[in-house]
């Protein structure tokens, strides 16, 4: 059974930097074609992609959040990173990971999300 | 940046009654589109994926069509479970982008 779970603080200061932890089980993220993302919605909006580090160590990021977005795994222990600089309010939101790979590129499954709140 | 637009934004329907959720792209995306659910405090699940094919474990009842710039989502007869909200995503252009969802609310 694949499954993700995310983890990370629940408040962040403006201009800190936040860092989520994505830690999964039922396959290997060393595995070829796997890939982690990590995907966002604010409270109640739309959901919108923010990064992807693929089994070869790959790495995509949206573009407007390209300059303050950084992803890396550790294929030991099942964990994928994302660490965002300078946070805003406006980045209040549940952050997924989700995992796609080349023969689904698609999201699938989903972790359960993890909410986090810019406010000082 | 492709634009997915959902309709309509709300759905009221009874259990046993047919849904159908739209999805216009502001470009072709070929057949690069999906479906997911989400219910409330849980996290997306795909349904239909490349436009029509069912993700493992969906039920029948759900089905895709569509290809180009216009797709929808047929859910043959609502489940209690089915309420939900429903999103698509598409893929064809990177990075992929997401419609604003449709919320199927019951009657």
């Known amino acids: 059974q694949v499954t993700l779970k995310e983890s990370g603080p629940a408040l962040v200061k403006p201009t800190q930097t936040l860092t989520l932890t994505c830690t999964f089980s039922?396959?290997?993220?060393?595995?070829?074609?796997?890939?982690i993302n990590w995907i966002r919605q604010p409270p109640g909006k739309a959901l919108e992609w923010l990064a992807r580090?693929?089994?070869?160590?790959?790495?995509f990021y949206s573009t407007s959040l390209k300059t303050r977005l950084t992803i890396s795994k550790d294929t030991s222990k099942n964990q994928v990173v994302l660490t965002m600089t300078n946070v805003d309010p406006v980045d209040t939101a549940t952050y997924y990971c989700?995992?796609?790979?080349?023969?689904?590129?698609?999201?699938?499954?989903w972790g359960q999300g993890t909410l986090v709140t810019v406010s000082s | 940046e492709i634009v997915l637009t959902q309709s309509p934004a709300t759905l009221s329907l009874s259990p046993g009654e047919r849904a159908t959720l739209s999805c216009r792209a502001s470009?072709?995306?070929?057949?690069?589109l999906a479906w997911y659910q989400q219910k409330p405090g849980q996290a997306p699940r795909l349904l239909i994926y490349?436009?029509?094919n069912r993700a493992t474990g969906i039920p029948a009842r759900f089905s895709g069509s569509g290809s180009g710039t216009d797709f929808t989502l047929t859910i043959s007869s609502l489940e209690p479970e089915d309420f939900a909200v429903y999103y698509c995503?598409?893929?064809?252009?990177?990075?992929?982008?997401f419609g604003q969802g449709t919320k199927v609310e019951i009657k």
């Open positions: 995503q598409q893929r064809n252009n990177w990075p992929g982008t």
């Open positions: 989700a995992r796609s790979s080349v023969r689904l590129n698609w999201f699938d499954p």
């Open positions: 470009q072709s995306v070929s057949s690069y």
């Open positions: 580090i693929d089994w070869d160590d790959d790495k």
């Open positions: 039922g396959f290997s993220l060393s595995s070829s074609g796997m890939r």
């Open positions: 490349d436009a029509s």
